[in-house]
């Protein structure tokens, strides 16, 4: 009797599951952001939900929840309940670098999440306070090897991406920086264009207007390619630098435990919706490239990413309090 109440037991689980992914989704889905209103992922987040609702067939609400590099929103995710309605668009700092940079960090990215979908990715780019006197990344990279720890480069903050980058370009071109991290990427360009700082590692959307405008200066890209509105400025490749391309993807995951079917239907809308020539456009106009792939494609990213940069985060020494 009791064998006859367990396996009752199960097979409705098994039932109760089956039906909350063929049903899925019935009500509004939660895409939670680790940054603030107006920061690259909130704008891509903002470009997206609103054709992903509608390829789900239910309402996608952004929900901002910056703080601690992104500690904050990935912790949430972490203990949400595994039903599809609450994913979070990350990026390769809170998935790849966060591990390295804590002694402790109140979530694993192998072990918490589960992921869905690859988003964008996005190039950075070098740029310079014009009361600095660079002119070239030559210029940069003398003055630097002449004044050991004088020349100075603000982040969005300490084991951010845009301090990382730095950091890593730093590395290969054998000088020493001193680092002023930002609460955010929109004060650290601020004290470049203010001649607070000398230099800035840049998501390359995000300073274009200022280069455009003369409010900076570009010195290097930090991509695998020249990016096409800036044809004069070089790759770090091309000037003699061997760092890696700064990885700068965002992906959404979710709690760990989705089914394999409410991942796939969410797999399904959000790459549907990058594949939308008008979201494509602006994405692209933004510097913002679509990513199409699997969740186990972008799963695999993520941990070479880790891989690569957290050998350069244990060798440089680099920790965050």
């Known amino acids: 009797m009791l064998k ?102 109140p979530y694993d990215p192998a072990k918490d999440f589960t992921y869905v979908a690859p988003v964008v990715d996005t190039p950075f780019v070098l740029i310079a306070s014009k009361n600095s006197g660079f002119k070239t990344l030559e ?83 930090l991509a695998g390619e020249r990016a096409t509105d800036l044809p004069d400025v070089p790759t770090l490749k091309e000037a003699g630098l061997k760092a890696p391309p700064m990885p700068g993807w965002y992906a959404i995951v979710g709690p760990a435990g989705l089914e394999p079917d409410i991942v796939q239907r969410l797999n399904t809308a959000i790459q549907s919706a990058l594949a939308d020539p008008v979201i494509d456009q602006r994405l692209r106009k933004l510097y913002f490239v679509p990513m199409q792939g699997s969740a186990q494609e972008m799963m695999e990213r993520a941990e070479r990413d880790s891989k690569v940069w957290g050998a350069f985060i244990a060798k440089a020494g680099l920790k965050v309090d």
């Open 4 to 105: 006859l109440r367990l396996a009752t037991a199960f097979c409705a689980t098994l039932l109760c599951a089956a039906s909350s992914a063929t049903s899925f989704p019935d009500r509004a889905v939660t895409l939670i952001v680790p940054q603030s209103a107006g920061s690259g992922g909130d704008v891509v987040a903002r470009l997206l939900s609103d054709k992903i609702a509608q390829n789900l067939g239910q309402s996608v609400i952004v929900d901002n929840k910056p703080g601690a590099n992104g500690v904050v929103a990935m912790s949430s995710v972490a203990k949400a309940r595994a039903d599809g309605y609450t994913i979070l668009l990350t990026g390769v700092s809170q998935m790849s670098f966060n591990p390295h940079l804590y002694a402790t960090l």
């Open 139 to 221: 210029d940069f990279i003398s003055t630097a090897r002449k004044q050991p720890g004088d020349v100075t480069f603000s982040s969005a903050g300490k084991g951010n991406s845009t301090h990382l980058a730095t950091e890593m370009a730093a590395s290969q071109a054998n000088i020493t920086l001193q680092h002023i991290p930002y609460k955010g990427s929109a004060p650290a360009l601020n004290a470049v264009m203010s001649g607070e700082v000398d230099v800035m590692t840049s998501v390359l959307g995000t300073a274009l207007p200022q280069i455009t405008a003369g409010a900076v200066v570009p010195l290097a890209v």
